[in-house]
Protein backbone atom coordinates (compact mmCIF):
# COMPACT_ATOMS: atom_id res chain seq x y z
CA UNK A 1 0.00 0.00 0.00
CA UNK A 2 1.22 3.30 -0.86
CA UNK A 3 1.48 6.10 2.04
CA UNK A 4 -0.55 8.82 1.61
CA UNK A 5 0.89 12.30 1.44
CA UNK A 6 -0.18 14.84 3.49
CA UNK A 7 -1.67 16.99 0.97
CA UNK A 8 -4.23 13.77 -0.16
CA UNK A 9 -4.86 13.46 3.51
CA UNK A 10 -6.03 17.22 3.60
CA UNK A 11 -7.43 17.11 0.45
CA UNK A 12 -11.58 17.87 1.35
CA UNK A 13 -11.13 18.75 4.32
CA UNK A 14 -13.13 22.47 5.64
CA UNK A 15 -9.93 24.27 6.81
CA UNK A 16 -10.35 27.72 8.17
CA UNK A 17 -10.14 30.87 6.40
CA UNK A 18 -9.36 28.83 2.94
CA UNK A 19 -11.74 27.96 0.42
CA UNK A 20 -11.50 24.99 -2.48
CA UNK A 21 -10.92 25.63 -5.84
CA UNK A 22 -11.00 22.81 -8.95
CA UNK A 23 -12.68 20.68 -6.76
CA UNK A 24 -10.81 19.04 -3.86
CA UNK A 25 -7.77 19.66 -5.25
CA UNK A 26 -6.02 23.02 -3.82
CA UNK A 27 -7.01 24.77 -1.02
CA UNK A 28 -6.74 28.47 -1.56
CA UNK A 29 -7.43 31.54 0.90
CA UNK A 30 -10.50 32.77 0.78
CA UNK A 31 -10.62 36.31 -0.52
CA UNK A 32 -12.32 38.04 2.15
CA UNK A 33 -9.55 36.39 4.56
CA UNK A 34 -6.87 38.93 2.69
CA UNK A 35 -6.07 42.16 4.33
CA UNK A 36 -8.12 45.16 4.41
CA UNK A 37 -7.12 48.90 5.02
CA UNK A 38 -8.69 51.77 6.42
CA UNK A 39 -8.84 55.60 6.02
CA UNK A 40 -8.69 58.04 8.99
CA UNK A 41 -11.23 60.72 8.83
CA UNK A 42 -8.15 63.27 7.37
CA UNK A 43 -7.22 60.50 4.42
CA UNK A 44 -10.95 60.44 3.57
CA UNK A 45 -11.29 64.07 3.52
CA UNK A 46 -8.24 64.19 1.20
CA UNK A 47 -9.31 61.78 -1.09
CA UNK A 48 -12.51 62.97 -1.50
CA UNK A 49 -11.54 66.29 -2.05
CA UNK A 50 -8.87 64.71 -4.55
CA UNK A 51 -11.15 63.07 -6.29
CA UNK A 52 -9.84 59.72 -8.28
CA UNK A 53 -6.46 60.27 -6.83
CA UNK A 54 -4.58 56.83 -7.16
CA UNK A 55 -3.95 54.69 -3.73
CA UNK A 56 -1.36 52.42 -3.99
CA UNK A 57 -2.15 50.79 -0.46
CA UNK A 58 -3.10 47.06 0.29
CA UNK A 59 -6.42 45.49 -1.13
CA UNK A 60 -8.73 46.96 1.14
CA UNK A 61 -12.31 47.45 1.72
CA UNK B 1 -29.82 38.56 36.15
CA UNK B 2 -28.05 41.79 35.72
CA UNK B 3 -29.06 44.43 33.99
CA UNK B 4 -26.37 44.14 31.21
CA UNK B 5 -26.51 40.43 31.35
CA UNK B 6 -30.10 40.50 30.79
CA UNK B 7 -28.98 42.98 27.02
CA UNK B 8 -26.53 40.56 26.35
CA UNK B 9 -28.55 37.42 26.24
CA UNK B 10 -30.76 39.04 24.06
CA UNK B 11 -28.54 39.97 21.36
CA UNK B 12 -28.62 38.35 18.42
CA UNK B 13 -25.57 37.05 16.24
CA UNK B 14 -25.70 39.43 13.31
CA UNK B 15 -27.16 42.61 15.54
CA UNK B 16 -25.48 45.77 14.54
CA UNK B 17 -24.73 47.64 17.58
CA UNK B 18 -20.79 46.49 19.16
CA UNK B 19 -21.63 43.71 22.33
CA UNK B 20 -19.07 42.30 23.99
CA UNK B 21 -20.31 38.95 24.89
CA UNK B 22 -21.61 38.55 21.41
CA UNK B 23 -17.86 39.32 20.33
CA UNK B 24 -16.91 36.49 22.87
CA UNK B 25 -19.26 33.76 21.34
CA UNK B 26 -17.88 34.94 18.08
CA UNK B 27 -14.17 34.30 18.88
CA UNK B 28 -15.05 31.07 20.75
CA UNK B 29 -16.81 29.79 17.73
CA UNK B 30 -13.28 30.84 15.20
CA UNK B 31 -10.83 29.40 17.80
CA UNK B 32 -12.74 25.90 18.02
CA UNK B 33 -12.89 25.77 13.90
CA UNK B 34 -8.89 27.33 14.23
CA UNK B 35 -8.39 23.66 16.90
CA UNK B 36 -10.31 21.82 14.38
CA UNK B 37 -8.44 22.93 11.11
CA UNK B 38 -4.96 22.63 13.02
CA UNK B 39 -5.43 19.38 14.16
CA UNK B 40 -6.51 18.47 10.44
CA UNK B 41 -3.69 19.40 9.57
CA UNK B 42 -0.61 18.57 12.08
CA UNK B 43 -2.17 14.90 11.78
CA UNK B 44 -2.66 15.38 8.30
CA UNK B 45 1.50 15.87 8.08
CA UNK B 46 2.15 13.25 11.16
CA UNK B 47 0.12 11.62 13.77
CA UNK B 48 3.21 12.68 16.19
CA UNK B 49 2.96 16.64 15.28
CA UNK B 50 -0.76 16.51 16.77
CA UNK B 51 0.26 15.18 20.01
CA UNK B 52 3.06 17.61 20.56
CA UNK B 53 0.37 20.58 19.89
CA UNK B 54 -2.19 19.29 21.74
CA UNK B 55 -1.27 21.62 24.94
CA UNK B 56 -1.58 24.73 22.36
CA UNK B 57 -5.02 23.23 20.35
CA UNK B 58 -6.23 22.94 24.10
CA UNK B 59 -4.91 26.64 24.51
CA UNK B 60 -7.04 27.28 21.52
CA UNK B 61 -10.39 26.13 22.84
CA UNK B 62 -9.67 27.93 25.94
CA UNK B 63 -9.09 31.24 25.57
CA UNK B 64 -7.70 34.08 23.52
CA UNK B 65 -4.54 33.25 21.39
CA UNK B 66 -1.83 35.34 19.56
CA UNK B 67 -2.63 36.17 16.40
CA UNK B 68 0.65 34.34 15.12
CA UNK B 69 -0.98 31.16 15.87
CA UNK B 70 -3.70 32.22 13.05
CA UNK B 71 -0.52 32.75 10.78
CA UNK B 72 1.64 30.01 12.07
CA UNK B 73 -1.84 27.56 10.66
CA UNK B 74 -1.65 29.68 7.50
CA UNK B 75 1.67 28.87 6.64
CA UNK B 76 1.17 24.95 7.60
CA UNK B 77 -1.90 24.86 5.33
CA UNK B 78 -0.30 25.91 2.37
CA UNK B 79 3.58 24.51 3.31
CA UNK B 80 1.34 21.22 2.95
CA UNK B 81 -0.45 21.86 0.08
CA UNK B 82 2.82 22.61 -1.41
CA UNK B 83 4.38 19.49 -0.87
CA UNK B 84 6.93 21.27 1.39
CA UNK B 85 7.30 19.05 3.97
CA UNK B 86 10.55 20.70 5.22
CA UNK B 87 8.43 23.96 6.01
CA UNK B 88 5.90 21.81 7.21
CA UNK B 89 7.57 20.25 10.02
CA UNK B 90 9.38 23.28 10.84
CA UNK B 91 6.18 24.98 11.42
CA UNK B 92 4.77 21.88 13.40
CA UNK B 93 7.73 22.17 15.99
CA UNK B 94 7.34 26.01 15.94
CA UNK B 95 3.60 25.10 17.50
CA UNK B 96 4.65 22.73 19.81
CA UNK B 97 7.16 25.14 21.59
CA UNK B 98 5.75 25.32 25.27
CA UNK B 99 3.82 28.93 25.44
CA UNK B 100 3.91 29.66 21.60
CA UNK B 101 0.96 31.80 21.15
CA UNK B 102 -0.31 32.11 24.58
CA UNK B 103 -1.46 35.89 25.23
CA UNK B 104 -3.19 37.59 28.41
CA UNK B 105 -4.59 41.23 27.40
CA UNK B 106 -4.84 43.33 24.42
CA UNK B 107 -1.17 44.51 23.48
CA UNK B 108 0.04 47.52 21.98
CA UNK B 109 3.10 46.57 19.78
CA UNK B 110 5.15 46.45 16.82
CA UNK B 111 6.29 44.18 13.89
CA UNK B 112 9.48 43.02 16.03
CA UNK B 113 10.35 39.14 16.77
CA UNK B 114 11.15 41.21 20.60
CA UNK B 115 7.40 42.22 20.63
CA UNK B 116 6.03 39.10 18.46
CA UNK B 117 8.60 35.94 19.41
CA UNK B 118 10.98 34.59 17.23
CA UNK B 119 9.93 34.28 13.89
CA UNK B 120 7.00 36.11 13.94
CA UNK B 121 7.94 39.89 12.86
CA UNK B 122 8.79 37.96 9.52
CA UNK B 123 5.30 35.74 9.39
CA UNK B 124 3.65 38.86 10.48
CA UNK B 125 4.96 40.94 7.13
CA UNK B 126 4.21 38.11 4.41
CA UNK B 127 0.99 37.38 5.57
CA UNK B 128 0.18 41.36 5.33
CA UNK B 129 1.85 41.35 1.88
CA UNK B 130 -0.96 40.37 -0.02
CA UNK B 131 -0.74 43.59 -2.00
CA UNK B 132 3.33 43.74 -2.45
CA UNK B 133 3.25 47.05 -2.82
CA UNK B 134 1.52 47.32 0.73
CA UNK B 135 3.94 45.18 2.48
CA UNK B 136 7.01 46.80 0.94
CA UNK B 137 6.13 50.06 2.04
CA UNK B 138 5.87 49.47 5.80
CA UNK B 139 8.51 49.00 8.50
CA UNK B 140 8.20 48.40 12.57
CA UNK B 141 8.57 51.65 14.42
CA UNK B 142 11.67 52.48 16.35
CA UNK B 143 11.74 52.40 19.77
CA UNK B 144 10.98 56.59 20.30
CA UNK B 145 8.53 56.45 17.50
CA UNK B 146 6.85 53.27 19.63
CA UNK B 147 6.90 55.48 23.06
CA UNK B 148 5.28 58.28 21.24
CA UNK B 149 2.98 56.48 19.22
CA UNK B 150 1.48 53.90 21.73
CA UNK B 151 0.60 56.27 24.15
CA UNK B 152 -1.84 58.17 21.60
CA UNK B 153 -3.41 54.50 21.05
CA UNK B 154 -3.48 54.42 24.46
CA UNK B 155 -5.37 57.84 25.05
CA UNK B 156 -7.73 57.15 21.91
CA UNK B 157 -8.65 53.75 23.56
CA UNK B 158 -9.47 55.66 26.64
CA UNK B 159 -11.59 57.67 24.73
CA UNK B 160 -13.22 54.75 23.49
CA UNK B 161 -13.71 53.04 26.78
CA UNK B 162 -15.26 56.07 27.91
CA UNK B 163 -17.06 57.20 24.70
CA UNK B 164 -18.15 53.87 23.17
CA UNK B 165 -17.50 51.10 25.71
CA UNK B 166 -19.64 48.58 24.11
CA UNK B 167 -17.54 49.32 21.21
CA UNK B 168 -14.44 49.30 23.46
CA UNK B 169 -15.85 46.06 25.16
CA UNK B 170 -15.93 44.20 21.12
CA UNK B 171 -12.55 45.55 20.54
CA UNK B 172 -11.03 43.79 23.42
CA UNK B 173 -13.16 40.30 22.35
CA UNK B 174 -11.73 40.45 19.05
CA UNK B 175 -8.43 42.01 18.63
CA UNK B 176 -5.59 41.44 20.92
CA UNK B 177 -2.79 43.00 19.36
CA UNK B 178 -2.48 46.55 17.99
CA UNK B 179 0.18 46.16 15.59
CA UNK B 180 1.61 49.81 15.27
CA UNK B 181 3.47 50.40 11.88
CA UNK B 182 5.42 53.30 10.25
CA UNK B 183 5.09 53.77 6.33
CA UNK B 184 7.97 54.02 4.27
CA UNK B 185 8.07 56.82 1.46
CA UNK B 186 4.89 58.99 1.27
CA UNK B 187 2.81 55.73 0.39
CA UNK B 188 -0.96 56.14 2.14
CA UNK B 189 -1.39 53.28 4.67
CA UNK B 190 -3.83 54.06 7.23
CA UNK B 191 -4.42 50.72 8.95
CA UNK B 192 -5.51 46.81 8.09
CA UNK B 193 -7.20 43.37 9.45
CA UNK B 194 -6.22 39.97 7.45
CA UNK B 195 -7.35 37.01 9.39
CA UNK B 196 -4.28 35.13 8.60
CA UNK B 197 -3.24 37.26 11.48
CA UNK B 198 -6.99 37.20 13.34
CA UNK B 199 -6.55 39.38 16.93
CA UNK B 200 -3.97 41.45 14.97
CA UNK B 201 -5.18 45.05 14.19
CA UNK B 202 -2.66 46.99 11.97
CA UNK B 203 -2.33 50.77 12.23
CA UNK B 204 -0.46 53.92 11.02
CA UNK B 205 -1.06 57.32 11.52
CA UNK B 206 1.04 60.62 11.27
CA UNK B 207 1.38 63.16 13.85
CA UNK B 208 -1.71 65.06 12.72
CA UNK B 209 -3.86 62.42 13.86
CA UNK B 210 -5.99 63.07 17.22
CA UNK B 211 -7.51 60.97 19.84
CA UNK B 212 -10.76 61.11 17.91
CA UNK B 213 -9.35 59.61 14.48
CA UNK B 214 -6.99 57.29 16.14
CA UNK B 215 -10.41 55.54 17.84
CA UNK B 216 -12.21 55.61 14.55
CA UNK B 217 -9.63 53.83 13.27
CA UNK B 218 -10.01 51.28 16.12
CA UNK B 219 -13.45 51.32 15.36
CA UNK B 220 -12.95 50.31 11.86
CA UNK B 221 -10.33 47.48 11.84
CA UNK B 222 -12.48 45.75 15.01
CA UNK B 223 -15.66 45.72 12.49
CA UNK B 224 -13.23 44.01 10.03
CA UNK B 225 -12.22 41.77 12.44
CA UNK B 226 -16.01 41.43 13.87
CA UNK B 227 -16.67 40.67 9.57
CA UNK B 228 -14.07 37.86 9.29
CA UNK B 229 -15.62 36.71 12.45
CA UNK B 230 -19.12 35.98 11.37
CA UNK B 231 -18.35 34.29 7.86
CA UNK B 232 -15.08 32.41 10.04
CA UNK B 233 -12.39 33.25 7.49
CA UNK B 234 -14.88 32.85 4.76
CA UNK B 235 -16.53 35.47 1.57
CA UNK B 236 -19.56 37.44 2.59
CA UNK B 237 -20.60 37.03 -1.00
CA UNK B 238 -20.36 34.13 -3.47
CA UNK B 239 -19.53 36.78 -6.31
CA UNK B 240 -16.16 35.77 -8.16
CA UNK B 241 -13.15 38.23 -6.40
CA UNK B 242 -11.92 38.68 -10.65
CA UNK B 243 -15.56 40.63 -10.77
CA UNK B 244 -14.99 44.56 -9.64
CA UNK B 245 -16.92 47.10 -8.35
CA UNK B 246 -16.84 50.67 -7.31
CA UNK B 247 -16.20 50.82 -3.69
CA UNK B 248 -17.51 53.88 -1.34
CA UNK B 249 -14.28 53.74 0.45
CA UNK B 250 -11.56 53.47 -2.57
CA UNK B 251 -11.12 55.36 -5.96
CA UNK B 252 -10.16 51.73 -7.64
CA UNK B 253 -12.65 49.12 -8.47
CA UNK B 254 -12.82 46.52 -5.68
CA UNK B 255 -14.67 42.96 -5.25
CA UNK B 256 -17.89 42.17 -4.52
CA UNK B 257 -16.47 41.45 -0.90
CA UNK B 258 -14.43 44.33 -0.16
CA UNK B 259 -17.83 46.38 -0.92
CA UNK B 260 -19.71 44.53 1.47
CA UNK B 261 -16.52 44.70 4.49
CA UNK B 262 -16.44 48.79 3.38
CA UNK B 263 -20.39 49.09 3.70
CA UNK B 264 -20.51 47.30 7.09
CA UNK B 265 -17.43 49.09 7.95
CA UNK B 266 -18.93 52.31 7.14
CA UNK B 267 -22.46 51.91 9.24
CA UNK B 268 -19.65 50.79 12.09
CA UNK B 269 -18.10 54.02 11.81
CA UNK B 270 -21.32 56.22 11.89
CA UNK B 271 -22.57 54.10 14.92
CA UNK B 272 -19.05 55.42 16.07
CA UNK B 273 -19.48 58.97 15.65
CA UNK B 274 -23.03 59.15 17.09
CA UNK B 275 -22.01 57.69 20.00
CA UNK B 276 -19.12 60.23 20.85
CA UNK B 277 -21.31 62.90 19.32
CA UNK B 278 -23.79 61.94 22.51
CA UNK B 279 -20.81 61.12 24.79
CA UNK B 280 -19.98 64.64 25.54
CA UNK B 281 -16.48 64.09 26.10
CA UNK B 282 -15.19 65.73 23.02
CA UNK B 283 -13.77 69.24 22.54
CA UNK B 284 -15.55 71.39 20.53
CA UNK B 285 -13.49 71.33 16.86
CA UNK B 286 -13.73 67.52 17.74
CA UNK B 287 -17.13 67.75 17.96
CA UNK B 288 -17.77 69.09 14.55
CA UNK B 289 -15.21 67.03 13.22
CA UNK B 290 -17.13 64.03 13.90
CA UNK B 291 -20.25 65.19 13.14
CA UNK B 292 -19.26 66.28 9.53
CA UNK B 293 -18.30 62.76 9.36
CA UNK B 294 -20.69 60.98 10.43
CA UNK B 295 -22.66 62.96 7.66
CA UNK B 296 -20.38 61.69 4.93
CA UNK B 297 -20.66 58.12 6.03
CA UNK B 298 -24.71 58.63 5.36
CA UNK B 299 -23.38 59.40 2.22
CA UNK B 300 -20.87 56.90 1.62
CA UNK B 301 -23.09 54.30 3.20
CA UNK B 302 -25.50 54.64 0.25
CA UNK B 303 -23.06 54.42 -2.08
CA UNK B 304 -21.82 51.32 -1.02
CA UNK B 305 -25.39 49.97 -0.86
CA UNK B 306 -26.44 50.98 -4.32
CA UNK B 307 -23.99 48.82 -5.73
CA UNK B 308 -24.46 45.57 -3.07
CA UNK B 309 -28.56 46.25 -4.42
CA UNK B 310 -27.48 45.64 -7.88
CA UNK B 311 -24.68 43.46 -7.84
CA UNK B 312 -24.03 41.14 -4.71
CA UNK B 313 -24.92 37.46 -3.82
CA UNK B 314 -24.78 37.00 -0.57
CA UNK B 315 -23.55 34.18 1.66
CA UNK B 316 -26.27 33.85 4.89
CA UNK B 317 -23.72 35.45 7.21
CA UNK B 318 -23.15 38.59 4.77
CA UNK B 319 -26.85 38.36 4.41
CA UNK B 320 -27.04 39.07 7.96
CA UNK B 321 -24.67 41.53 8.87
CA UNK B 322 -25.01 43.59 5.59
CA UNK B 323 -29.08 43.80 6.86
CA UNK B 324 -28.33 44.77 10.15
CA UNK B 325 -26.18 47.47 8.78
CA UNK B 326 -28.63 48.64 6.52
CA UNK B 327 -30.95 48.72 9.32
CA UNK B 328 -29.03 51.00 11.56
CA UNK B 329 -28.47 53.50 8.75
CA UNK B 330 -32.30 53.18 8.07
CA UNK B 331 -32.57 55.11 11.66
CA UNK B 332 -29.76 57.15 11.52
CA UNK B 333 -31.29 59.05 8.24
CA UNK B 334 -35.04 58.68 9.47
CA UNK B 335 -35.85 62.23 10.60
Known sequence: MTKRSSKELLNGRDLLGFVRRDGDQVAQRASSAKVTTTKSLADLDKEINAGSRKRRAGPSS | ?335
Open chain 2, 1 to 335: MHEADRRDAAVGRYDFEPNAARAKSVAAEVRAGLADSLAAALSALDPDAHSRAADLIAAIRAGPVAPGVFGAYTELVEAIFADDADTARAIADELAEPGFGRVDTLRVVTVTDADLGGGQADRYWRLMDEDREAGAALRALTPDEFEAASARVRDALALLEAGAPELAGELGALVNEIVLVETQGDEYFGGASSFQLWGALFLHFGPEATRYQISEALAHEAAHALLFGFAMGGPLVENPDEDRFTSPLRSDKRPMDGVVHASYVIARMHWWAARLVQSDLLEAAELGAVREAAERYVRLFAQGASVIDKHARFTPAGAAALASAQAWMASAAAP
